[in-house]
């Protein structure tokens, strides 16, 4: 069932929903990056070798994050789309909180495994809110806003840890105070916390009205066509008219069960949620993520000698392409974009494998931000637009949570396997095997991705 049509330009509501919805996504990209810089400080903190440090550390979040994509469909079906982003606002809330006051590695593990379970949630309901909510004018643009909330979020831990680690290292050698140094990361995950909950309590006060199309469904029409005259400006009489008619195609759409294995066992949308499936497998498994993850150590091991700066030079470049596909997205269509960006992924990591091969630290320098730029102008904003486009309203929660877990679990793989790829293999051979995988994807999306554009 289409989305209701009416509205024109971003209205105030929108706006101001959109913007609490989109630091769902900051919180989920803050938390990915927040222990890029403080990572080994906090293993000293609670005395984790080198081996269970990234247990702790790395893998409850992404753990958390697999559980959280799973369980949103459910959520979003049965608290609607906002009830379950505040669900998310909250658990993100409590689970940096206990990160950051954690006495022991067991409550810092729990504290992860909730931000992870939070921001999981996130991932998915983040994108079906603003896409169900905004009109198919601006869909395009408030996806491209969220993923660059979330490229924000990245940045924005980059440059907390950079910052605050520089005022501990300071302030501990004025004060004699070497200690210090031991527990200066908290104040990371206690930021997140606090804006986390900030956010929480706007959303209560009714910034982010529930999707008309979530009402409709329910048979609430006219909280659907207030929520249509709230967040797209049009009459009462057009907005009345588009519920009913939302609620209509709605009804029609809705008989039968919306399990992921009933959904696979129908013809009609098997080949669509595989189709999303293997395309948020393939934005997982690019690895742009260990460009922001793991930025520090691959430039250290070509041989850059400030590797936190040249970490937050990738955030930037991952931004300025965000910036880059609210241009090219409705120009060029969502099918020539994902083409385009996975190509030049791909020639940008089989670029920084012959760099790390020659000793050419500042062509690699250049090179890991340009592929970056291009992750950013397609491969990683248009899937999560397009599990909107590309799946009908009835089993739109289900499929975007299967597509956005296949996703964590991709992000996972490499993120545990990574380190060790570059330990066998080198910088060289762990970036010509992600450029292949790049090309792989290019590949894909050229034999079975639909244009969705106008869907």
Known sequence: AAAPEGGGPLTVALGAAAAIACVGSWLFGYFGACINIPLSCIGNTFGLCANTLPLFVVTMNDFGGLWGAVCAGTAAEALGRSGALRLSLLICASGAALCGTATDVGVFAAGRLMTGLGSGLA???????????????MRARLAVTSRAAFVIGQVSALSAGTLIKSAAHN???????GSLEMFWWRPIFMLAAGLAASSLAMSSLGTTPETAQWLARRGRIAAAARTLRQTRGVSHIDADNEARACAEAESSATAGSTTLVDILRNPKYRRLVLTGIGLSAFQALSGANSLVFFTATIFKDVGVAAPELAALATGAANLLGCITALFLTERLGRRALLMGSFGGMALSMGALAVASTVGAPLVAVAVAPLALFFFACGAGPLPY??????????????????????NWLGVSVVGRNFLPLMTACGVSGAFTVLSCVCLAATSYVFAFVPETKGA
């Open 385 to 406: 637009l397009m599990f909107t486009e590309l799946f009908p309203a009835k089993i739109r929660a289900t499929a975007a949570s299967a597509c956005t877990a296949a």
């Open 171 to 177: 302030g501990a050698q004025a004060m004699a105070l």
């Open 123 to 137: 991932s998915m309901l983040v994108p079906l809110y603003v896409g169900e909510l905004a009109p198919p004018s």
